[in-house]
Nanobody, 119 residues
Framework: QVQLAESGGGSVQAGGSLRLSCAASGYTYNVNCMAWFRQAPGKEREGVAN???????VYAESVKGRFTISRDNAKNALYLQMNGLKPEDTGMYFC?????????????WGQGTQVTVSS
């Protein structure tokens, strides 16, 4: 099992920045890919960005150029730097981990951290 714990959410005004962190523990040797998902009220969960163990990244079109995903393999940590935040970025952000970077194949999930962007 892998345990994931997010931190860093909060409330900001549009145009502001936040940095989310995710700490992984447990049997992390099975983890190749880590990702951030988000879920807005009344909407389905969507993939925001993922990164494999080599540092290859994939971003949702809606966050390209504004968000940056990174990881520190030595610390089993995942980060999401969010700049130029918009009200539509509001939602619960979840850290996820798995063997592959298929958006539908992540096995482990954190509890989430709330991000609220006001206009």
């Amino acid at each position: 099992q892998v345990q994931l714990a997010e931190s860093g959410g909060g409330s900001v005004q549009a145009g502001g920045s936040l940095r989310l962190s995710c700490a992984a523990s447990g049997y992390t040797y099975n983890v190749n890919c880590m990702a951030w998902f988000r879920q807005a009220p009344g909407k389905e969960r969507e993939g925001v960005a993922n990164i494999d163990s080599f540092g290859n990244t994939v971003y949702a079109e809606s966050v390209k150029g504004r968000f940056t995903i990174s990881r520190d393999n030595a610390k089993n940590a995942l980060y999401l730097q969010m700049n130029g935040l918009k009200p539509e970025d509001t939602g619960m952000y979840f850290c996820a981990a798995g063997r592959g970077c298929n958006w539908y194949a992540f096995s482990y999930w954190g509890q989430g951290t709330q991000v609220t962007v006001s206009s």
